[in-house]
């Protein structure tokens, strides 16, 4: 859905006056010209926000980062030590909780929920009483239940213990009674709106980046392994191996702008560079991907022929992630982007570049990587390179894992999902994994490194499978599994710290 675009002005909220009769005849139009009395008046209005409560989805690109920074598949990189520091602390575990990319994505998250409660709130009445009806509404709000999930899920994955209400919005009176809940409650919730969806939800959807049915079955499939309930996984997710999604052959190819929501993609955030385009006074806040202008090569000069854009050299592969891939694996090339070894078979391109000063690795993220032609406006803001999500290998990938690891255990079948990933990695059958057990469970697991590397899992899959200690250096069981509570959270709402920080 490329015209998401962020709604102005559709939250605007005024609290009701009840304790003093001097508000009687108060009418709010004598200071605003809009109210949400004004609002939610027909079928349009109830879209309209229902578009807006995707826009959040496009604010929570630096979570992708994360989840490659804080592990051994990637650098912060950089100017300089002090460039981009926050990202800097996840890369040598010294994240603190005034580290604003913590409060971005707490911000971004709740301002998520925020508008799918105050739309699920007045699902039946409006503002004003009144019922509005219109065919479709229903399979609309599973669109609202699933993004109320998916915005919980992101909190819950990097901050453990989450603020969970689903009763409306917050209001000022809120403030200094919010509690964290523990994070089990927080899944139920979550289930509970991912079943509402799929009862709800169409099997397919005539735009791009709007919720089907398969998406929210591969969500919750996914949210149910986090929670090690592999039985329940393995059936939720076989529903989306059977569904409409096909490997492509071109693994590179799923990143190109002519690849976005193709056969394999399931669920993408949808990213656009037209107007009205953004600009520093927000950074994350606009329509447009800043993790493509984060990776890409620093002061990157060539003809009018080279396909690539100069970036600011961060989220640097390393050589251990190069290394970990085997010789004939298309994966590697399509992940680490060697930018002196395409200058050297290309020299017809007159490629200069400057090496990344800090940490260089001497790779980048290819994936992610920007290209000419694709941002307007403030260049560095408005890329428009969706971000994948969930893809039909990650889902084949899980229900891999959920098979071996259920309580009666489907190696064969695990075997087949994995082979699949694996034939397509390389083009044949001659790199089919025959083992099981234990040693089936370690080569999905690296399987999921491979195929998802610089997309957003790694770290997240290594916390829940508890490999991270033993994976990351500088990670601290008992501390690290999270991240910490954005210290003006603490300081405003009274919320409790994570343990460590």
Known sequence: MKNIKIIIG?????????????????????????????????????????????????????????????????????????????????????????????????????????????????????????????????????????????????????????????????????????????KAEVYAQIELDLNTAIAALPAVNTQDGRINKYIAQALLGKILMYQEKFDEAASMLEN??????????????????????????????????????????????????????????????????????????????????????????????????????YKVNNPELGITYQVAPYKNTGFYNKKYLPRKGQTSGQIELNYENNHRIIRLSDVLLLAAEANNRASASNDTKAQGYLNRVRARAFGDDSHAITVTGDALKQAIWKERRLELAMEGDYFFDLVRTGQAASKIAGFVAGKNEVFPIPQREIDVSGLTQNSGY
């Not at 604010?59 to 002090?82: C, R």
């Not at 019922?131 to 990097?158: Q, T």
């Not at 620093?298 to 592969?317: I, K, N, Q």
Request: a negative charge; one cysteine or more.
């Open 10 to 182: 559709l939250f605007v909220f005024l609290s009701v006056f009840t304790a003093c009769e001097d508000w009687v005849d108060f009418d709010p139009h004598d200071e605003f010209k809009i109210t949400d009395l004004d609002y939610l008046k027909s079928e349009s209005d109830y879209r309209t926000m229902a578009v807006s409560c995707y826009t959040p989805m496009q604010w929570l690109n630096q979570m992708y980062v994360l989840a490659d920074v804080a592990t051994n598949n990637a650098t912060a990189g950089g100017e300089s030590a002090s460039d981009v520091g926050r990202l800097q602390e996840l890369d040598d575990y010294t994240t603190t909780p005034n580290n604003s990319l913590m409060e971005d994505l707490w911000e971004s998250g709740y301002e998520g929920i925020n508008r799918a409660n105050y739309l699920i709130a007045r699902k039946e009445l409006n503002p004003a009483g009144e019922s509005i009806e219109f065919i479709g509404k229903d399979e609309m709000y599973g669109e609202i239940y699933f993004l109320r999930a998916y915005y919980y899920f992101s909190l819950v994955k990097v901050f453990g213990d989450a603020v969970l209400f689903t009763h409306d919005r917050l209001v000022v009176s809120d403030f200094g009674s919010l509690q964290r809940s523990p």
């Open 240 to 341: 989306v191996i059977n569904g409409p999604y096909i490997l492509v052959n071109d693994f590179d190819s799923m990143f190109l702008k002519e690849g976005e929501n193709g056969s394999e993609s399931i669920l993408e955030v949808q990213y656009s560079n037209g107007k009205p385009y953004y600009n520093w006074g927000g950074v994350t806040r606009g329509q447009g991907n800043l993790a493509a202008q984060q990776c890409g090569v620093r002061g990157l000069v060539g003809s009018a022929d080279m396909p690539y854009a100069a970036g600011w050299s961060t989220t640097l592969p390393t050589q251990d992630l190069y290394d970990a891939y085997d010789n004939g694996d298309q994966r590697r090339e399509a992940t680490c982007f060697d930018i002196e070894a």
